[in-house]
């Protein structure tokens, strides 16, 4: 009896997070370095994330720049209902932005995961490492290449009296090309560059994945005769689609968000383009430059982000109810 008496007064005297092994104040006491260098984002998160959360109320109202309290737009705000969501939606334009914001981002998800896994795997089967070394390299070289440089290596090619392009048709006897009125050819265009700028850094991601299989699964594999396609077909691929699943899902949580930063430095205000690359983004960045209202902007905003909370929701269902080891919860 006395010595249950001094053990509790023991356990009493510790701080909290000792006597609950495995809580959440024990692992910070354990880990403190860690989340030390998390807490810029983790601040960050909440300031820019969180604390915005009460400002949604301005797609609700008339956004008077006098109200900039969070109480001010709740108590003195002037109240419009879903006035604001009219500016977008029967707009003539809002069919077309919104199916080409879905369409390239499909694409741009689509082809941008094929070609980030294929890489991975082509690097995997490579076995002289200096080469894969450069080969990584020149990969991620384009990913700290800002869009503006991009648009400029875009004119260089593309440019109707000096583009390479033009240049090589006109070699082999075809009739030159005018690029910046054609808007067919953008969506290819903007796939392929995304590819390029961003397919190197996406397969370090599935790489790490790969590498970190177990090595003697490839050895029972080689010892039963399996060949090295057999071994990426059966072994590979199935191992790492956990990987590919949520990263797929964590992107079409964004597919109501293009790409603005992109779209706007490689096509600008070009009117001829925008049948094809017109986005939701671009869209509203324009109207806010001529309207400037705050309001209906955070509408749209907040239709975005609805539409991408359904997606991520919807296809996560989908993802446990058919592959439970690809769901994000």
Not at 44 to 49: D, G, L, N, Q
Not at 139 to 168: A, D, E, K, R
Not at 261 to 266: D, E, S, T
């Amino acid at each position: 009896m006395r010595k249950k008496n001094e053990k509790e007064k023991n356990m009493a005297d510790k701080p909290f997070y000792h006597h609950r092994k495995g809580g959440f104040f024990h692992d910070i006491a354990k880990n403190k370095f860690s989340y030390l260098i998390a807490l810029p984002a983790i601040i960050y998160v909440f300031i820019f994330s969180y604390m915005a959360y009460p400002y949604m109320l301005i797609a609700f109202q008339r956004y008077n720049y006098r109200n900039t309290s969070i109480f001010g737009i709740i108590f003195k705000g002037d109240w419009v209902g879903f006035d604001n969501f009219k500016f977008f939606f029967l707009s003539q334009n809002a069919f077309r932005v919104t199916w080409n914001t879905i369409y390239l981002n499909m694409m741009f998800i689509i082809t941008g995961t094929a070609m980030s896994v294929l890489l991975a795997v082509l690097l995997n089967e490579l076995r002289c490492k200096w080469f894969v070394k450069t080969t990584q390299s020149v990969m991620l070289f384009p990913s700290y290449i800002s869009w503006i440089m991009v648009s400029y290596i875009l004119i260089s090619l593309f440019s109707t009296q000096y583009g390479m392009v033009n240049h090589v048709l006109k070699a082999v006897g075809a009739a030159p090309v005018n690029w910046y009125t054609n808007p067919d050819v953008w969506p290819a265009i903007l796939v392929i560059m995304r590819i390029w700028k961003g397919a190197g850094m996406n397969a370090i991601i599935f790489l790490a994945a790969i590498t970190g299989i177990d090595s003697s699964v490839y050895e029972a594999a080689a010892i039963d005769g399996a060949g090295r396609f057999q071994m990426v077909k059966r072994i590979t691929m199935p191992l790492i689609m956990p990987t590919v699943a949520i990263l797929t899902l964590l992107s079409l949580g964004k597919i109501m968000y293009g790409d603005f930063g992109m779209i706007y430095a490689l096509v600008g205000d070009n009117g001829t383009l925008y049948k094809t690359t017109d986005i939701i983004d671009t869209y509203i960045f324009r109207s806010m430059r001529q309207v400037g209202d705050m309001s209906q902007s955070t509408a749209i905003g907040l239709f975005q982000s609805g539409i991408g909370f359904l997606m991520v929701y919807g296809s996560n269902w989908l993802a446990k109810k058919f592959y439970p080891e690809g769901a994000l919860y």
